[in-house]
DNA sequence: CGACCTGTTGATTCTGCTCAATCAACGTGG
DNA sequence: CCACGTTGATTGAGCAGAATCAACAGGTCG
């Protein structure tokens, strides 16, 4: 689970983030940690306070009602940050969903580098703001266009995009079903705007309309 | 639309928020201006830069889409703050509900009230997050269910709630057509869980109920 | 091989939307 | 004072989109 100061992460494309190489030198970072699948990285009611730097993979953020219903609130893959919570405990979950190296940063919340940590929770809110619109106010294949193209460009929008989580979570993401973004997808592909090479790899072959259905 | 410096604003229920008073002691606050229902305190696409503090009243912040679907991603009220923004401009846009009495706050974002801003920033966060559940995870029924609850908390926990939005915004807010805001209150008035006095004046009859659908 | 997990597809149901009519409250102008 | 227009809220009828329930396919792992 633990990996020694020496180990190489591949260079997370956006650690050039205004505020995190900053933070990353100043915040005693420790070694990254692997994750693996479906670990486990804070639970609901833990003990909050150290931030978490994410070095490659992807992490979901959960909240869980009482009756069992399961919401993600945010993906994060490498060069974000997160563990914000305003008390003692976290009200949220996160896990590792496909293997994810994490530093966990000790932060000096009194710090000088105060300023780094508004700019990155202020990141994560309007993050937040935009996916509010999307499940207040998007049809189910508006919530997939705009899953793909953000996913898209964060891996460099190039036309392939790789889905690291599996229907579930897109469905717990994005307010649906799994059944329906299965169907969806479908007809992505029959409207030849998606090709799905394999269930987790997507080419987008029609940037366009997939745009037209986000504005 | 100016109030002079003498003027008295009935003291906000929650300025006593850890961070606020410090903030607004050290962040010049200016005088209280008054907005008038549905003015614009920032439009999408403004300079971004300061913040606002809620002395009175009610805020709405909106983001229309290109077709001109709107989401109301929060209501401000009495002691918060807003404004927070990645870039240069405004994402979103704020406007009075109801007749709001707001205070800029000219901030110095590399002093030493950071980590009060800090603060502020994730509970925005935390609150935001806290809507995604309702709105990608809950029925119309529960949605009304936790903004009467929400309200309800926020003007005191007393069984009787003001509605200083109208329908429309309670639509936009919960992800739904006023139509169905309209229906939902009915229905929850024929169950006997509310009272409606008045159009905008809610009772709240079972306390249990209602939480009973929030989990 | 069988058990299990993930994903896909089909049939049916139901929640909430759309379209439309009506009503109450309010302001304006004659 | 009343006729008129406007705006917000309510209510109804019908429809559509997504959920639910169910069956099945493919892959993995014991």
Same mark, same amino acid.
């Given at each position: 689970m633990h990996i020694q100061p020496n180990f190489r992460a591949p260079a997370?494309?956006?650690?050039?983030?205004? *505020?995190v190489s900053h933070l990353l030198h100043t915040a005693q970072p420790a070694a990254v940690s692997l994750y693996p699948?479906?670990?486990?990285?804070?639970?609901?009611g833990d003990a909050a306070g150290p931030l978490y730097y994410v070095e490659f993979g992807t992490v979901r953020i959960c909240r869980m009602s009482a009756d069992g219903r399961r919401q993600i609130t945010a993906f994060h893959t490498a060069g974000e940050v997160f563990g914000f919570?305003?008390?003692?405990?976290?009200?949220s979950y996160a896990e590792s969903v496909d293997g994810a190296g994490i530093r966990t940063l000790r932060v000096n919340?009194? *710090?000088?580098?105060d300023s780094s940590l508004l700019k990155l929770a202020v990141r994560s809110l309007a993050r937040t703001q935009d996916h509010l619109m999307v499940l207040g106010r998007r049809s189910a294949n508006e919530r997939l266009a705009a899953l793909l193209l953000d996913l898209a460009e964060r891996q460099g929008s190039t036309g392939l995009v790789h889905l690291p989580m599996q229907r579930n979570d897109i469905a717990d993401y994005l307010g649906l079903t799994f059944e329906t973004v299965s169907r969806i997808l479908r007809c992505l592909k029959d409207s030849r705007?998606?090709?799905?090479?394999?269930?987790s790899e997507v080419e987008i072959l029609d940037f366009e309309a997939l745009q037209a259905m986000c504005d």
């Open positions: 997370p494309a956006n650690c050039n983030e205004p *505020g699948e479906n670990a486990v990285i804070y639970a609901q919570e305003v008390g003692a405990e976290h009200q919340r009194s *710090g000088d580098f705007i998606i090709r799905l090479s394999s269930v």
